[in-house]
DNA sequence: TCACTGTATTACTATATAGTGATATAACAC
DNA sequence: GTGTTATATCACTATATAGTAATACAGTGA
Protein backbone atom coordinates (compact mmCIF):
# COMPACT_ATOMS: atom_id res chain seq x y z
CA UNK A 1 0.00 0.00 0.00
CA UNK A 2 1.64 3.31 -0.75
CA UNK A 3 2.69 5.11 1.98
CA UNK A 4 -0.36 8.12 2.76
CA UNK A 5 1.58 11.56 2.32
CA UNK A 6 1.63 13.50 5.24
CA UNK A 7 -0.77 16.88 5.25
CA UNK A 8 0.89 19.10 3.42
CA UNK A 9 2.46 21.72 5.44
CA UNK A 10 0.30 24.85 3.67
CA UNK A 11 1.60 26.90 2.11
CA UNK A 12 0.47 29.52 4.04
CA UNK A 13 2.49 33.31 3.93
CA UNK A 14 4.69 32.69 7.57
CA UNK A 15 3.69 34.91 10.15
CA UNK A 16 6.82 37.71 11.26
CA UNK A 17 7.51 35.54 14.26
CA UNK A 18 8.61 32.46 12.25
CA UNK A 19 10.31 34.88 9.61
CA UNK A 20 12.32 36.24 13.11
CA UNK A 21 13.34 32.85 14.20
CA UNK A 22 13.87 31.32 10.82
CA UNK A 23 16.39 34.40 9.72
CA UNK A 24 18.23 34.07 13.25
CA UNK A 25 19.29 30.48 12.41
CA UNK A 26 20.69 31.15 9.19
CA UNK A 27 22.25 34.45 10.72
CA UNK A 28 24.13 31.92 12.92
CA UNK A 29 25.54 30.43 9.82
CA UNK A 30 26.18 33.34 8.01
CA UNK A 31 29.74 34.86 8.82
CA UNK A 32 32.90 32.63 8.49
CA UNK A 33 33.88 32.22 11.77
CA UNK A 34 31.08 30.42 13.02
CA UNK A 35 31.35 28.44 9.92
CA UNK A 36 34.88 27.73 10.39
CA UNK A 37 34.16 26.57 14.29
CA UNK A 38 31.74 24.62 13.12
CA UNK A 39 33.94 23.54 10.35
CA UNK A 40 35.98 21.97 13.12
CA UNK A 41 33.52 20.52 15.30
CA UNK A 42 31.80 18.46 12.79
CA UNK A 43 35.34 16.92 12.68
CA UNK A 44 34.50 16.24 16.50
CA UNK A 45 33.99 17.21 19.94
CA UNK A 46 36.86 19.93 20.72
CA UNK A 47 37.59 22.20 24.00
CA UNK A 48 36.63 26.02 23.46
CA UNK A 49 40.70 26.29 24.19
CA UNK A 50 41.23 23.99 21.05
CA UNK A 51 39.24 25.86 18.95
CA UNK A 52 40.66 28.80 19.80
CA UNK A 53 44.40 26.90 18.81
CA UNK A 54 42.91 25.59 15.79
CA UNK A 55 40.96 28.27 14.34
CA UNK A 56 44.01 31.15 15.33
CA UNK A 57 40.85 33.47 16.95
CA UNK A 58 41.05 35.27 20.23
CA UNK A 59 39.48 33.99 22.86
CA UNK A 60 36.69 36.16 23.62
CA UNK A 61 36.31 36.09 19.99
CA UNK A 62 35.61 32.49 20.03
CA UNK A 63 33.91 32.42 23.16
CA UNK A 64 31.35 34.82 21.98
CA UNK A 65 30.78 32.81 18.58
CA UNK A 66 30.13 29.27 20.44
CA UNK A 67 27.52 31.14 22.78
CA UNK A 68 25.37 32.45 19.53
CA UNK A 69 25.90 29.11 18.05
CA UNK A 70 24.49 27.61 21.65
CA UNK A 71 21.60 29.63 21.41
CA UNK A 72 20.66 28.87 18.21
CA UNK A 73 20.67 25.57 18.69
CA UNK A 74 23.47 24.35 16.71
CA UNK A 75 26.02 22.83 18.89
CA UNK A 76 26.24 21.38 22.31
CA UNK A 77 28.33 22.17 25.47
CA UNK A 78 29.52 20.29 28.49
CA UNK A 79 31.78 20.77 30.99
CA UNK A 80 34.22 19.20 32.12
CA UNK A 81 36.58 19.99 34.42
CA UNK A 82 37.87 23.53 33.86
CA UNK A 83 37.06 22.80 30.22
CA UNK A 84 33.87 23.24 28.22
CA UNK A 85 33.91 20.81 25.37
CA UNK A 86 31.52 21.70 22.27
CA UNK A 87 29.69 19.24 20.13
CA UNK A 88 27.51 19.83 16.68
CA UNK A 89 24.01 19.32 18.75
CA UNK A 90 21.93 19.40 15.10
CA UNK A 91 22.70 17.54 12.03
CA UNK A 92 21.09 19.66 10.12
CA UNK A 93 24.57 21.55 10.25
CA UNK A 94 25.83 19.32 8.56
CA UNK A 95 23.34 18.80 5.78
CA UNK A 96 22.71 22.33 5.52
CA UNK A 97 26.72 23.29 4.97
CA UNK A 98 26.70 20.55 3.03
CA UNK A 99 24.29 21.83 0.54
CA UNK A 100 25.37 25.11 0.26
CA UNK A 101 28.93 24.05 -0.42
CA UNK A 102 27.79 21.41 -3.21
CA UNK A 103 25.83 24.63 -4.88
CA UNK A 104 29.10 26.73 -4.58
CA UNK A 105 30.74 24.10 -6.03
CA UNK A 106 28.65 23.42 -8.87
CA UNK A 107 28.34 27.10 -9.47
CA UNK A 108 32.14 27.35 -9.92
CA UNK A 109 32.25 25.02 -12.00
CA UNK A 110 30.07 26.99 -14.46
CA UNK A 111 31.79 30.03 -13.65
CA UNK A 112 35.63 28.14 -14.50
CA UNK A 113 33.83 26.45 -17.77
CA UNK A 114 32.76 29.65 -18.73
CA UNK A 115 35.95 31.01 -18.39
CA UNK A 116 37.45 28.45 -20.87
CA UNK A 117 35.02 29.71 -23.53
CA UNK A 118 37.00 33.26 -22.94
CA UNK A 119 40.12 33.65 -25.20
CA UNK A 120 42.90 33.90 -23.03
CA UNK A 121 44.29 37.49 -22.56
CA UNK B 1 24.44 -3.82 -8.29
CA UNK B 2 24.76 -1.48 -5.62
CA UNK B 3 25.62 1.78 -7.09
CA UNK B 4 29.05 3.00 -6.74
CA UNK B 5 29.63 5.77 -4.11
CA UNK B 6 30.45 8.45 -5.00
CA UNK B 7 34.53 9.85 -3.64
CA UNK B 8 33.86 11.23 -0.72
CA UNK B 9 34.18 15.30 -0.93
CA UNK B 10 37.36 14.83 1.20
CA UNK B 11 36.61 16.58 4.54
CA UNK B 12 39.36 18.79 4.48
CA UNK B 13 38.76 22.15 6.16
CA UNK B 14 37.37 24.83 4.19
CA UNK B 15 39.63 27.74 2.62
CA UNK B 16 38.56 31.08 4.13
CA UNK B 17 37.39 32.28 0.77
CA UNK B 18 35.08 29.26 0.66
CA UNK B 19 33.99 30.05 4.06
CA UNK B 20 33.23 33.39 2.97
CA UNK B 21 31.39 32.23 0.13
CA UNK B 22 29.33 30.31 2.15
CA UNK B 23 28.70 32.75 4.48
CA UNK B 24 27.32 35.30 2.05
CA UNK B 25 24.51 32.85 0.71
CA UNK B 26 23.38 32.43 4.20
CA UNK B 27 23.61 35.67 4.76
CA UNK B 28 20.97 36.51 2.31
CA UNK B 29 18.55 34.13 3.68
CA UNK B 30 19.21 35.44 7.40
CA UNK B 31 16.65 38.60 7.15
CA UNK B 32 13.36 38.15 7.92
CA UNK B 33 12.49 41.11 4.92
CA UNK B 34 13.89 38.91 2.31
CA UNK B 35 12.51 35.60 3.56
CA UNK B 36 9.26 37.11 3.39
CA UNK B 37 10.20 38.09 -0.61
CA UNK B 38 11.59 34.50 -1.12
CA UNK B 39 8.11 33.11 0.42
CA UNK B 40 6.14 35.46 -1.48
CA UNK B 41 8.22 34.50 -5.22
CA UNK B 42 7.66 30.39 -3.89
CA UNK B 43 4.03 30.94 -4.54
CA UNK B 44 5.39 32.59 -8.35
CA UNK B 45 7.07 35.25 -10.48
CA UNK B 46 5.96 38.91 -9.31
CA UNK B 47 6.95 41.92 -9.83
CA UNK B 48 8.97 44.38 -7.83
CA UNK B 49 5.88 46.48 -7.35
CA UNK B 50 3.62 43.29 -6.55
CA UNK B 51 6.10 42.59 -4.15
CA UNK B 52 6.15 45.93 -2.38
CA UNK B 53 2.42 46.02 -2.17
CA UNK B 54 1.90 42.06 -0.68
CA UNK B 55 4.76 42.67 1.59
CA UNK B 56 4.44 46.11 2.59
CA UNK B 57 7.64 47.23 2.29
CA UNK B 58 9.38 50.73 1.06
CA UNK B 59 10.01 50.19 -2.57
CA UNK B 60 13.34 51.56 -2.31
CA UNK B 61 14.00 48.59 0.49
CA UNK B 62 12.41 45.86 -1.42
CA UNK B 63 14.93 47.15 -4.60
CA UNK B 64 17.61 46.44 -2.26
CA UNK B 65 17.12 43.00 -0.89
CA UNK B 66 16.03 41.79 -4.54
CA UNK B 67 19.15 42.94 -5.91
CA UNK B 68 21.19 40.88 -2.80
CA UNK B 69 19.30 37.83 -3.32
CA UNK B 70 20.11 37.86 -7.44
CA UNK B 71 23.85 38.57 -6.38
CA UNK B 72 23.83 35.82 -4.15
CA UNK B 73 22.38 33.71 -6.93
CA UNK B 74 18.77 33.14 -5.35
CA UNK B 75 16.35 34.66 -7.46
CA UNK B 76 16.39 35.53 -11.11
CA UNK B 77 14.93 38.84 -12.80
CA UNK B 78 13.89 39.52 -16.36
CA UNK B 79 12.76 42.66 -17.21
CA UNK B 80 9.55 43.29 -19.16
CA UNK B 81 8.24 47.07 -20.54
CA UNK B 82 8.82 48.89 -17.37
CA UNK B 83 8.50 45.51 -14.65
CA UNK B 84 10.73 43.67 -13.63
CA UNK B 85 9.68 40.49 -12.97
CA UNK B 86 11.59 37.67 -10.26
CA UNK B 87 11.52 34.32 -9.89
CA UNK B 88 13.29 31.62 -7.83
CA UNK B 89 16.67 30.86 -9.49
CA UNK B 90 17.87 27.79 -7.22
CA UNK B 91 15.52 25.34 -6.36
CA UNK B 92 17.70 24.64 -3.20
CA UNK B 93 16.37 27.93 -1.66
CA UNK B 94 13.09 25.92 -0.70
CA UNK B 95 14.86 23.15 0.60
CA UNK B 96 17.09 25.12 2.78
CA UNK B 97 13.95 27.18 3.66
CA UNK B 98 11.66 24.06 4.40
CA UNK B 99 14.39 22.31 6.25
CA UNK B 100 15.08 25.26 8.58
CA UNK B 101 10.96 25.49 9.28
CA UNK B 102 11.07 22.12 9.61
CA UNK B 103 13.36 22.07 12.28
CA UNK B 104 11.46 25.15 13.77
CA UNK B 105 8.42 23.33 14.12
CA UNK B 106 10.02 20.07 16.28
CA UNK B 107 11.58 22.64 18.43
CA UNK B 108 8.78 24.23 19.33
CA UNK B 109 7.02 20.99 19.50
CA UNK B 110 9.33 20.10 21.94
CA UNK B 111 8.90 23.28 23.67
CA UNK B 112 5.11 23.24 23.69
CA UNK B 113 5.23 19.07 25.52
CA UNK B 114 7.76 20.62 27.83
CA UNK B 115 5.18 23.76 29.10
CA UNK B 116 2.49 21.11 29.42
CA UNK B 117 4.68 19.61 32.13
CA UNK B 118 4.31 22.65 34.26
CA UNK B 119 1.32 23.64 36.15
CA UNK B 120 -0.28 26.22 34.78
CA UNK B 121 0.08 29.37 36.75
C1' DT C 1 8.83 66.60 -27.61
C1' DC C 2 6.47 65.96 -22.53
C1' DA C 3 4.37 63.56 -18.80
C1' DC C 4 3.86 59.25 -16.41
C1' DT C 5 5.20 54.86 -14.37
C1' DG C 6 8.12 51.14 -12.41
C1' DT C 7 12.48 50.35 -10.73
C1' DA C 8 17.25 51.39 -9.32
C1' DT C 9 20.40 54.24 -6.99
C1' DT C 10 22.10 57.70 -3.84
C1' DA C 11 22.72 59.77 0.66
C1' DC C 12 21.69 59.40 5.05
C1' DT C 13 20.53 57.61 9.95
C1' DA C 14 20.06 54.09 13.20
C1' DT C 15 21.13 49.69 14.75
C1' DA C 16 23.55 45.32 15.10
C1' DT C 17 27.55 42.90 15.66
C1' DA C 18 32.55 41.24 14.84
C1' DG C 19 36.74 41.75 17.01
C1' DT C 20 39.72 42.98 21.06
C1' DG C 21 41.80 43.84 25.64
C1' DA C 22 40.75 43.78 30.31
C1' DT C 23 38.46 41.68 33.87
C1' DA C 24 35.47 38.27 36.26
C1' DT C 25 34.38 33.58 37.35
C1' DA C 26 35.08 28.90 38.39
C1' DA C 27 37.60 24.61 38.88
C1' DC C 28 41.78 22.72 39.81
C1' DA C 29 46.68 22.10 42.37
C1' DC C 30 49.36 23.33 46.13
C1' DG D 1 44.20 30.24 51.96
C1' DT D 2 47.44 31.32 47.09
C1' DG D 3 48.27 30.67 42.38
C1' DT D 4 47.08 28.80 37.87
C1' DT D 5 44.20 27.60 34.06
C1' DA D 6 40.05 27.60 30.99
C1' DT D 7 36.28 30.08 29.90
C1' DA D 8 32.84 33.83 30.13
C1' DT D 9 31.69 38.50 30.30
C1' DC D 10 32.31 43.48 29.98
C1' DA D 11 33.43 47.80 27.62
C1' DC D 12 34.72 49.59 23.66
C1' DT D 13 35.67 50.58 18.55
C1' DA D 14 34.95 49.77 13.87
C1' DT D 15 32.22 48.10 10.31
C1' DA D 16 28.15 46.43 7.95
C1' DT D 17 23.60 46.91 6.78
C1' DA D 18 18.37 47.70 7.24
C1' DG D 19 15.32 51.24 6.40
C1' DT D 20 13.95 55.72 4.26
C1' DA D 21 13.37 59.94 1.42
C1' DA D 22 14.84 61.98 -2.56
C1' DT D 23 16.44 61.48 -6.99
C1' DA D 24 17.92 59.28 -11.32
C1' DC D 25 16.90 56.31 -14.99
C1' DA D 26 14.41 53.79 -18.50
C1' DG D 27 10.34 52.35 -20.95
C1' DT D 28 5.65 53.78 -22.37
C1' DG D 29 2.12 56.55 -24.38
C1' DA D 30 0.49 61.05 -25.77
Redesign the interface.
Known sequence: MPKKKDPE?A?L??S?K??????????A????T???LL??L??GEHTVGQLVEAAGLGQANVSKHLGLLRDA?MIGMRKEGLSTWCYIA?P?VN???E???R??RI?METQARALALVPQI
Open positions: PKPMDALELVAMRFRLSEPRLKNLMLGDMELCMMCRLE
